[in-house]
């Protein structure tokens, strides 16, 4: 497996395993399970998702080591805040059955994300979570944390796809050495991505699915990557992207996909904000 450096020298897969939308926890916790033998050792999860039990019997029961697996997951909205946020990791470590978190993320930027931030800090300090970062914070959001804290995010996860490329906030990542992950790799299959005629053209020069085309996209761009599904054979067809490359003018093609906007979360959008919040 791949990993990428982030910017305090832990080392984390660039593709990995996403478990959003997966509440049943007994299907959750077969395709983990799935998902870890066909070689993915980052998986994602959140509090939110409510299905941190269910990963955490799949990772005790798939024979590895706990230092062999990468275990993320996130404080929610209504978490957030030092206290809270102190409850809230001590609660998903139960639910996971470990004792520290590799990465643990601040799943929005609403609420108080900067008491969120100091008890992280703390936990990260204190060696129960090996890297802090957000997930969903706009340029601005980004650098004002960044300008006001001790410990710089180490990865801001967010919606990004070929239709959404993020090379704004990209760039802004480069300058504060944070690293992308992105959530919805395949824009949740909008738009028709899975057949679009560009990605399908290109998959058909490597024998590759248009998945897999996007999943190369991103770990060629330096996206941490974190696909999900609850298929086996497709859980297995998107770890198979490391025997191809694309090339310069692959990228070329792809990049002119971009249309500049998100489609499945904006966090400027105030019934995108209240939407948010009802979530509980």
């Not at 996130?74 to 004792?99: M, P, Q, S």
């Not at 919805?184 to 991505?193: L, S, V």
């Not at 998959?203 to 990557?225: D, E, N, P, S």
Request: glycine letters at 8%; one cysteine or more; a negative charge.
């Amino acid at each position: 497996m791949r990993t990428i450096r982030l910017n305090n020298g832990v080392e984390i897969p660039a593709l990995g395993f996403g478990v959003f939308q997966i509440p049943d926890l007994e299907e959750c916790k077969q395709v983990v399970s799935d998902a870890i033998v066909a070689g993915y050792r980052l998986i994602d999860t959140a509090s939110i998702y409510k299905n941190e039990e269910a990963v955490g019997e799949a990772i005790r029961e798939s024979g590895l080591l706990r230092s062999d697996l990468f275990i993320a997951s996130k404080v929610w909205i209504h978490d957030t805040g030092y206290e809270r946020t102190k409850h809230a990791f001590a609660d998903t470590l139960e639910k996971l059955g470990t004792d520290y978190l590799d990465l643990y993320l601040i799943h929005m930027p609403f609420g108080d994300y900067y008491g969120s931030w100091r008890a992280m800090e703390e936990l990260y300090e204190a060696g129960k979570i090996r890297a802090i970062g957000v997930c969903n914070f706009n340029a601005d959001r980004l650098i004002d944390l960044c300008m006001n804290v001790k410990i710089v995010p180490a990865i801001n996860q967010i919606e990004t796809h070929p239709f959404c490329q993020q090379t704004q906030i990209l760039e802004t990542l480069k300058e504060y050495d944070i690293r992308m992950q992105a959530w919805g790799p395949f824009a949740e299959g909008r738009n028709g991505i899975f057949g679009n005629e560009r990605l399908t053209a290109i998959g058909r020069k490597y024998g590759k699915t248009a998945a897999q085309v996007i999943l190369r996209w991103h770990i060629q761009r330096g996206v941490i990557a974190i696909p999900k599904s609850v298929h086996k054979e497709r859980i297995e067809e998107n770890f198979a992207i490391w025997d191809f490359s694309l090339t310069e003018e692959d990228m070329t093609a792809i990049a002119g996909m971009d249309m500049c906007r998100g489609m499945i979360l904006d966090v400027l959008d105030p019934s995108e904000i209240h939407r948010v919040y009802a979530i509980r």
